[in-house]
T-cell receptor, first 113, second 113 residues
Framework: AQKVTQAQTEISVVEKEDVTLDCVYETRDTTYYLFWYKQPPSGELVFLIRRNSFDEQNEISGRYSWNFQKSTSSFNFTITASQVVDSAVYFCALSDSWGKLQFGAGTQVVVTP | DVKVTQSSRYLVKRTGEKVFLECVQDMDHENMFWYRQDPGLGLRLIYFSYDVKMKEKGDIPEGYSVSREKKERFSLILESASTNQTSMYLC???WGTGGREQFFGPGTRLTVL
């Protein structure tokens, strides 16, 4: 069975600090996909990033970056120079090749001015 | 932009009532999903559908049923609502196979009294 663990329940930072969100996953599949979604107070989940199991290259997209390490089954996500608008719940999710998503419990990020 | 709409943002029902939650997407996606979101548990898959009139059980289907008579519409049905079904319900759609992101609606917060 697939499992996603987000050990951090809530992270509070002051604006312009960096925030790193941890995600650890379990799967027996060799082909799988990892996602990060953001849920602002309005409630609608917004897709942020995706990685497949064959691509461990880490990238930066604007203020977002991610660190995918198959050896430790981790898919961590960093927001650089946080802003108040980054305040939201962030979900890590794991998908098998059929597309069934398994979500972590979520991490609440609070950015104060 | 993909648009996923849900019939109600807030809904209050009484125990034993039959409840219909409607979801419509406008991008001709084959796949549609229903999740419930509870604090500390993340999102859990109730049912999904990969084509018209096709449905598959997710992780927590008990007490729910679904209907997909048209490609753009996916309905979640609570045959006899119970208080433990009080939750946030999120609908999502996706084009193609598992590596692509799901697009979410704004959610329906259901309270069963």
């Amino acid at each position: 069975a697939q499992k996603v663990t987000q050990a951090q329940t809530e992270i509070s930072v002051v604006e312009k600090e960096d925030v790193t969100l941890d995600c650890v996953y379990e799967t027996r599949d060799t082909t799988y996909y990892l996602f990060w979604y953001k849920q602002p107070p309005s409630g609608e989940l917004v897709f942020l990033i995706r990685r497949n199991s064959f691509d461990e290259q880490n990238e930066i997209s604007g203020r977002y970056s991610w660190n995918f390490q198959k050896s430790t089954s981790s898919f961590n996500f960093t927001i650089t120079a946080s802003q108040v608008v980054d305040s939201a719940v962030y979900f890590c999710a794991l998908s098998d090749s059929w597309g069934k998503l398994q979500f972590g419990a979520g991490t609440q990020v609070v950015v104060t001015p | 932009d993909v648009k996923v709409t849900q019939s109600s943002r807030y809904l209050v029902k009484r125990t034993g009532e039959k409840v219909f939650l409607e979801c419509v997407q406008d991008m001709d996606h084959e796949n549609m999903f229903w999740y419930r979101q509870d604090p500390g548990l993340g999102l859990r898959l109730i049912y999904f559908s990969y084509d018209v009139k096709m449905k598959e059980k997710g992780d927590i289907p008990e007490g729910y049923s679904v209907s997909r008579e048209k490609k753009e519409r996916f309905s979640l049905i609570l045959e006899s609502a119970s208080t433990n079904q009080t939750s946030m319900y999120l609908c999502a759609s996706r084009w193609g196979t598992g590596g692509r992101e799901q697009f979410f609606g704004p959610g329906t917060r259901l309270t069963v009294l």
